[in-house]
């Protein structure tokens, strides 16, 4: 019987904010050879940024295949592919704010939205941090990548997902003022996500019927309304319609102990109402290895769970953890979903520049 090699999954790296960390963790994650033999990599970004930062770094260096044209991207399975932007002509400003800085990772984003739309060469995308004042200060009015990717693609049902090895947390709403939360917390809502992380588990994850625990928005769910309705008129009955579904789902739990009950392994996966009720205990535990997915695109999206660490930038104390955590996760995500890819369309908007 002939044994046929399995084709190697294809992901897309973008560098993030210049002058964060981005570069550092990502050539630090990519020095190690069985990492590198897992997957055929692109990255996208600024090549002379990487070249002299491995210098800088003093890392052995490995060779990059500069691609061109991105209509036709014929990515080397044994090179690391390398889409150079060059539009880094200034010293970097390691560690600080600098609109300079926000464009160049803004068009990083931007040039892996066009690969993905125009070639659909690649099965993931991890993208390096990125700096939201410096994002704005450019011109682009958006909150992150999620944003960013969404308006990109009409993904309109995006989730964002934390994940470790022993925990995995889906959020309903992102990043809400708390004032806010409350009258976003509704049934559909609830539903939608509910059942978003049932198809991701058993997709991506090959849990065929996964058990969901949902966070209760008010203390002590709310104590039989003493504490507020929303348990009782949004999260519930969300709830018993999931399960009418066959989904495998229960709650809503207080949030001060479902998540001692995840990490003992009592589910699959955790639904949270807001974004600190998940990063709380999420980044107390997983803080150096934790990894964002973001639900809902047509195509797999992993970061690190942290930010651009503009105190450490430039200065070769950056720990990779994550971002290696993020490359492992996106191809497994990638190994586990059908292979057959179809086109997909992503939004342009007539004026990028929004202010």
């Known amino acids: 019987m002939t044994n046929i090699a399995k084709k190697k999954v294809r992901i897309g790296i973008t560098l993030g904010d210049p002058a964060g960390i981005g570069t550092e963790i990502v050539l630090k994650a990519l020095s190690d050879?069985?990492?590198?033999?897992?997957?055929?990599?692109?990255?996208?970004?600024?090549?002379?940024?990487?070249?002299?930062?491995?210098?800088?770094l003093g890392m052995k260096s490995f060779n990059f295949?500069?691609?061109?044209?991105?209509?036709?991207?014929?990515?080397?399975?044994?090179?690391?592919?390398?889409?150079?932007?060059?539009?880094?002509?200034?010293?970097?400003?390691?560690?600080?704010?600098?609109?300079?800085?926000?464009?160049?990772?803004?068009?990083?984003?931007?040039?892996?939205?066009?690969?993905?739309?125009?070639?659909?060469?690649?099965?993931?995308?991890?993208?390096?941090?990125?700096?939201?004042?410096?994002?704005?200060?450019?011109?682009y009015h958006f909150q992150g990548h999620t944003q960013i990717l969404a308006q990109r693609f009409k993904a309109r049902y995006v989730r964002m997902m934390f994940c470790?090895?022993?925990?995995?947390?889906?959020?309903?709403?992102?990043?809400?003022?708390l004032k806010?939360?409350?009258?976003?917390?509704?049934?559909?809502?609830?539903?939608?996500?509910?059942?978003?992380?049932?198809?991701?588990?058993?997709?991506?994850?090959?849990?065929?019927?996964?058990?969901?625990?949902?966070?209760?928005?008010?203390?002590?769910?709310?104590?039989?309304?003493?504490?507020?309705?929303?348990e009782k008129d949004h999260i519930i009955p969300a709830i018993k319609k999931a399960r009418s579904q066959k989904v495998k789902v229960e709650g809503p739990f207080p949030a001060d102990t479902i998540f001692w009950k995840a990490k003992n392994g009592e589910f699959d996966a955790v639904?949270?109402?807001?974004?600190?009720?998940?990063?709380?205990?999420?980044?107390?535990?997983?803080?150096?290895?934790?990894?964002?997915?973001?639900?809902g695109l047509p195509f797999i999206r992993t970061s690190p769970d942290h930010g651009t660490a503009f105190d450490i930038a430039g200065k070769n104390q950056a720990d990779p953890t994550a971002m290696i955590e993020a490359i492992k996760l996106a191809i497994e995500m990638a190994d586990n979903k059908p292979r057959k890819?179809?086109?997909?369309?992503?939004?342009?908007?007539?004026?990028?520049?929004t202010g």
């Open 180 to 230: 806010n939360v409350a009258p976003l917390i509704t049934r559909a809502e609830v539903q939608d996500t509910i059942f978003a992380v049932h198809r991701t588990m058993n997709t991506f994850f090959k849990i065929k019927k996964p058990l969901i625990g949902v966070c209760a928005l008010n203390p002590h769910a709310s104590e039989h309304g003493l504490f507020g309705t929303e």
């Open 65 to 139: 295949h500069i691609l061109s044209d991105i209509g036709r991207l014929h990515l080397s399975d044994e090179l690391i592919n390398f889409i150079n932007l060059g539009n880094i002509t200034f010293n970097i400003p390691y560690g600080k704010i600098d609109a300079r800085c926000g464009k160049a990772a803004y068009e990083y984003i931007n040039m892996a939205c066009l690969v993905l739309r125009s070639s659909n060469s690649l099965d993931a995308l991890v993208t390096a941090p990125i700096n939201k004042e410096s994002l704005n200060l450019a011109g």
């Open 271 to 295: 639904i949270a109402m807001y974004h600190d009720q998940a990063c709380i205990p999420f980044k107390t535990l997983y803080f150096d290895k934790g990894v964002n997915v973001t639900l």
């Open 33 to 56: 050879k069985q990492l590198r033999s897992k997957a055929t990599f692109l990255l996208i970004g600024d090549y002379g940024t990487a070249t002299h930062l491995q210098r800088q």
């Open 341 to 353: 890819r179809k086109k997909t369309k992503v939004y342009v908007p007539h004026s990028e520049h």
């Open 164 to 177: 470790a090895e022993k925990m995995k947390i889906i959020l309903v709403t992102i990043h809400i003022p």
